[in-house]
């Protein structure tokens, strides 16, 4: 099983500030990458797929880079709407996510 | 625009087969090249890809849980569905039926399933 971990754990932020979450796979995956956005209460919603191609309807501030085990998902210009838990998982060998980065008002 | 909604008990038994159905609407399950997969979520915890069934009714499930799940396809009545056999309290989730066999772009609400006596 491909072990996928994200970091850190908790981001504080600052609304119209920026964040920068990471996730690092066990083993390459490729570019087989994918980032979800959950709220309380809420199913995830998909945000990037193939480790960079943006979900349809996403906002442009999302974007996602990456490939093999290292992987990055960037809001820029942080909006009262983003803080939630971001996931990563990977679909090249079954799927696995990660544990989820929080990202809460600084 | 598709739509999930998932449906079926919401306590269950330990030993017992957790049973949940995902009916879809906006769309025909058997059109396209899509997968139809569950995800579950224990309460305050990670994800978790249960397994997927493709329009053809192939199916693929995780190492971890395939020799307690059944995931299948019913095109008549638009529905795809999961039963999990001897459920412990270690189940004990939310249940998400979900569009995607690697991405997943659509997500029904989500609904609690309580493994209890």
């Known amino acids: 099983e491909i072990v996928m971990t994200q970091s850190p754990a908790t981001l504080s932020v600052s609304p119209g500030e920026s964040a920068t979450l990471s996730c690092r796979a066990s083993q390459s995956v490729s570019s087989n990458l994918a980032w979800y956005q959950q709220k309380p209460g809420q199913a995830p919603r998909l945000l990037i797929y193939s480790a960079s191609t943006r979900a349809a309807g996403i906002p442009a501030r999302f974007s996602g880079s990456g490939s093999g085990t290292e992987f990055t998902l960037t809001i820029s210009s942080l909006q009262s709407e983003d803080f939630a838990v971001y996931y990563c998982?990977?679909?090249?060998?079954?799927?696995?996510f990660g544990q989820g980065t929080k990202v809460e008002i600084k | 625009q598709v739509q999930l909604q998932e449906s079926g008990p919401g306590l269950v038994m330990p030993s017992q087969t957790l049973s949940r159905t995902c009916t879809v609407s906006g769309g025909s399950i058997s059109s396209g090249s899509y997968y139809w997969s569950w995800i579950r979520q224990p309460t305050g915890k990670g994800l978790e890809w249960i397994g997927r069934v493709f329009t053809t009714g192939t199916t693929n499930y995780n190492p971890s849980l395939e020799s307690r799940v059944t995931i299948s396809l019913d095109t008549s009545k638009n529905q795809f569905s999961l039963k999990l056999s001897s459920v412990t309290a270690a189940d004990t989730a939310v249940y998400y039926c979900v569009r995607g066999g690697n991405w997943f772009d659509t997500w029904g609400q989500g609904t609690l399933v309580t493994v209890s006596s």
């Open positions: 998982q990977q679909y090249n060998n079954w799927r696995t």
